[in-house]
């Protein structure tokens, strides 16, 4: 027996570098930030917490860190790590709570500090075994898709460059974005290569944020809001670090397999979607996921990109997504919940896409030393 | 960097081999023992197979930026290397190359492995293999 989980807040900072503020202070603001925009809302309403952190700064630590920098003392709070899928499978997590009655009121935060201590992020990518990572850092696994995408469907590089250029285009004018800058595909071209065939223009930002989103039963979230958005379906999948050694090099199966699952609990397919905030860690990775998650055809990602704007018959990334936004681990697909639960309520600002009903979230993460061994889709519903 | 992380796949590392799932054909390389990583046979039923020092480019980058200790630019491929015997599938590695420039390389360019120190863990060298494209393909024996 179980019941409906409904999206009524949101709580977020500004994404940056944010050398000033400890793990504490970024908790605390998007917290602070999520009771003053939800009506009604009160600490002592939160019946359990999720927290989504990877913990990167090492100033994460567990449950006791958000109770800490909340005052939400004598909670049950989790901390749920799962790579770059960490801040959607924290909400997943949550909702799973309130659907399944152990929760009427769940908050999500996700955060990190990306900024403090960066040595550990490309070491442990570039030096752990002599064959499978040895000097393969993430700008090299997702550029390998890229070569190979190209050579085996034509995909231009200048197309790849456009989703950079796409997401930096709504980044200026998304508030909380890191890199408030637009930039051409000459200049997307013209940056320094950092694994050729991406240049830095390609790579998001290394970026400090947090961001807190509040899940709630249908009777509960009717007392906080006239307009909640329904959770409705979600797929998470965990493939084998190197499955059958990487044998799709222009996908990523692992989404494909928490699509499928998300549309069908949602009971809907990927021409139902209109609006998406999906994981654009490098422009290629989005590209690569107009396929995965069945926007267009195998092969035809390239060519999707031009119909992936914000006045696109499928946005994507309106908020500029990781690319201009910034990839601070835990908090991305917490804010990525909370861009679509925006959007879905027409209040997205001047990123606001034409009413959408539809709105789905899409994390890929890599394991210890593959790509796209963790996915999670989550699907969201207007109401 | 420790010395017993190396010592676990030296078999691998300095002599290719692979091993071979007798449930669905996949070759692990890096050497699997228990589980199959591709169809999920558990306990799986793994072979030593010899894989061939010739193999293809399946894709790559080049990657220039990178640890103090790792040379750049430093390209890297996904190659697939065939067994030694000519049957069965081939295993597929993530390879650093050596002697080899982003001009000579293209999905589908036929590359060899080639003995290498790679770094050092303290004053020991740890050895390993490399690919390369292969001398006699390079134009005007250029490098």
Known sequence: MTRDAYVVGSGII??????????????????LDLLGSVDGLAPEDIDAAWYGTIDIAG??????????????????????????????????????AVQAGAADVALVIGAEKMLDDTAGLIGSAALERLWR??????????????????????TTRDQIAEVSVKNHANGVKYPYAHQQFECSV????????????????????????????????EERAREFTDAPVRHAGWGLSADSFQRGSDLALTNFPATRQAAERAYERAGITAADVDVAEVHDCFSITELITYEDLGFCADGEGGAFVERATLDGDTPVNPSGGLLSKGHPIGATGVAQVA??????????????????????????????????AVSCVNVLERT | MSGPRYERTKRQDQRLVGFECQSCGWVSFPEEKRTCKRCGDAPADFEAVQLAERGTVE????????????????????VSLPQASGAGEAARAYGLLTETHLAELDVGTEVEARFRELFSDGRRPINSLKFAVPRASKAGGEE
Request: aromatic share 8%; hydrophobic share 35%; net charge negative.
């Open chain 1, 14 to 31: 500004e994404f940056g570098e944010r050398y000033g503020d400890s793990f504490d202070d970024l908790l605390e603001a998007a917290y």
């Open chain 1, 59 to 96: 100033e994460g630590s567990s449950g006791s860190a958000l109770a800490h920098a909340t005052g939400l003392f004598e909670t049950p709070i989790t901390r749920v790590e799962n790579a770059c899928a960490t801040g959607s499978d924290a909400f997943r997590n949550a909702s799973l």
């Open chain 1, 133 to 154: 990572g040895r000097g393969v850092t993430m700008p090299a696994y997702f550029g390998m898709r890229a070569t190979r995408h190209m050579a085996e469907y034509g």
């Open chain 1, 186 to 217: 000459e200049d997307v071209r013209n940056s320094p290569t950092v694994s050729y065939p991406l240049n830095l223009y390609d790579c998001c930002p290394v970026t400090d944020g947090a961001c807190a989103v509040l899940l709630a039963s």
């Open chain 1, 339 to 372: 861009e679509i639960f925006e959007q879905l309520r027409g209040e997205a600002g001047d990123v606001q896409v034409d009413a959408p009903a539809v709105g789905l979230q899409h994390n890929i993460g890599i394991g210890r030393n593959a790509t796209g």
């Open chain 2, 59 to 78: 894709t790559f980058v080049v990657q220039q930026y990178l640890p103090e200790d790792i040379e750049t630019p430093q390209p890297v491929a996904v």
